[in-house]
């Protein structure tokens, strides 16, 4: 099982970035996936996630209408549309897999983690 997650690096705030995660070694269709972040100091927060299928979406507080999370099951990889970028998002960003349908905050629900990627918005 591999998740590699991917598209981090250095942004001035109000620019954009798009972070992907490419899955294998399981069947990717089958899973929710979920988007964590931990900052410099801090426990890891939740950020978003998408179901299966990639219907109805969540998203943390912090980040909703800047953040969209969707996924292409065809091509194993789902993503996270990263705009309107503040410092205070900075941290490294993690991609999740939740085995079942359904999305959930809950980071214990999530079987398979990547290995995350760094995200910098400073001027």
């Known amino acids: 099982v591999q998740l590699q997650a991917s598209g981090g690096g250095l942004v001035q705030p109000g620019g954009s970035l798009r972070l992907s995660c490419a899955a294998s070694g399981f069947t990717f269709g089958s899973f929710a996936m979920g988007w964590f972040r931990q900052a410099p100091g801090k426990e890891r927060d939740y950020v978003a996630a998408?179901?299966?299928?990639?219907?109805?979406?969540d998203y943390a507080d912090s980040v909703k209408g800047r953040f969209t999370i969707s996924r292409d099951n065809a091509k194993n990889t789902v993503y996270l549309q990263m705009n309107s970028l503040k410092p205070e998002d900075t941290a490294v960003y993690y991609c999740?897999?939740?085995?079942?349908?359904?999305?959930?905050?809950?980071?214990?629900?999530?079987?398979?983690w990547g290995q995350g990627t760094q995200v910098t918005v400073s001027s």
């Open positions: 998408i179901p299966w299928s990639g219907g109805t979406t």
């Open positions: 999740a897999a939740k085995p079942s349908y359904g999305w959930t905050s809950r980071q214990s629900a999530y079987d398979y």
